[in-house]
């Protein structure tokens, strides 16, 4: 009888062991992969990079077994602070991407990237950059007086090169596209009066005011991007700092990555609004004067680097 017993015993410890060997594999607890590029072309761990040189990150990311959701860059401080430069949902199978940034004036940076899947899952890698201790801080372009139009306005144009300080109509900005980076327009957002601030790349951006109002650049061969500092929303830029501004310092560190958006509204009088535009160049916009008028213009001193 106990022979008996210990062989049925065995037979269901084998038919669970075979039970358990045919189920398949859970999956669902494997995170992505992520690897950062090696090409020279990119930044690499322990690299000591001048203050306003650009940092290039390379990484490739791959769902295993979810697609990926999410993807996050941070810069962590030796003392445990930090702050997120980029925070972008998505849906994807994998990643391929290229993305710059720039040296600011902290002196040591843990890059911390990160994926998560649609199982939450995350992957992470990070790499350290030194700034330069060799670093100066660079000359500036200084425009005291700039006056551009609105969507409606015949006196003044609506399309501004910032390296030449010089403003065009929509017609004379489409002769040579590409040296154009800023527009403006006005709109009522909200109930509330709204001079923007833009550029011919917000038509690429999933928005449609841009090309409402200047339908020409609908067919440009180049639209430049600029993207705005909306933190300054909240946290408003003090015009006196503007004022005396006269390197390159206090725009390095007024533009704020994460909060670079395609426009700026209700660029009101008196409000310093930081940018960069398509080279990675940053600069400050401070409004003189804005109508409320769609045939109206809008004045403004601008400061930017070289």
């Known amino acids: 009888m106990y022979f008996y017993t210990c062989r049925i015993v065995t037979i269901w410890v084998l038919v669970g062991l075979i ?4 189920k398949p594999k859970d999956d669902s607890h494997v995170p992505p992969t992520l690897q950062l ?31 990926l959701t999410n993807l ?8 445990g602070s930090y702050s997120v430069v980029l925070d972008s949902g998505m849906y994807a199978p ?11 004036i902290e002196e040591v940076v843990h890059w911390t990237i990160r994926v998560m899947d ?13 700034k330069d201790p060799n670093s100066q801080f660079g000359g500036i372009r200084d425009y005291p007086s700039v006056t551009m139009g609105y969507q409606n306005n015949s006196t003044y144009g609506q399309f501004y090169n910032l390296e030449t300080d010089s403003v065009y109509t929509e017609t004379l900005a489409g002769i040579e596209p590409d040296s154009i980076d800023l527009l ?37 061969n180049k639209r430049n991007y ?20 006269h390197n390159d310092s206090l725009i390095i560190v007024g533009y704020h990555d994460v909060w670079g958006k395609k426009k700026f509204k209700w660029a009101t009088e008196g409000r310093v609004i930081p940018f960069q535009n398509h080279n990675g160049k940053r600069g400050l916009i401070k409004v003189l004067r804005a109508d409320h008028d ?3 213009s809008i004045e403004f001193a601008l400061k930017m680097q070289l």
Not at 72 to 79: A, M, Q, S, T
Not at 228 to 243: H, T
């Open 19 to 22: 039970t358990q060997a045919c």
């Open 37 to 67: 590029k090696g090409d020279d072309q990119f930044t690499q761990s322990g690299d000591t990079i001048a203050v306003g040189r650009s940092i290039s990150f390379g990484f490739e990311a791959q769902g295993q077994h979810a697609v």
């Open 72 to 79: 996050v860059i941070e810069k962590v401080l030796p003392d």
């Open 94 to 104: 994998q990643l391929n991407l290229n993305k710059i940034f720039y040296q600011s």
């Open 118 to 130: 649609q199982n939450r899952l995350t992957s992470e890698v990070s790499l350290t950059v030194y």
């Open 184 to 220: 403006t327009y006005y709109i009522v957002d909200e109930g509330l009066p709204s001079p923007v601030f833009s550029s011919p790349g917000e038509y690429d951006h999933y928005s449609t005011e841009a090309g409402l109002y200047y339908p020409s650049i609908k067919n440009w």
């Open 226 to 245: 600029v993207l705005w500092d909306i933190s300054v929303d909240d946290d408003p830029m003090d015009a006196s700092a503007f004022d005396q501004c």
């Open 294 to 296: 769609p045939a109206g």
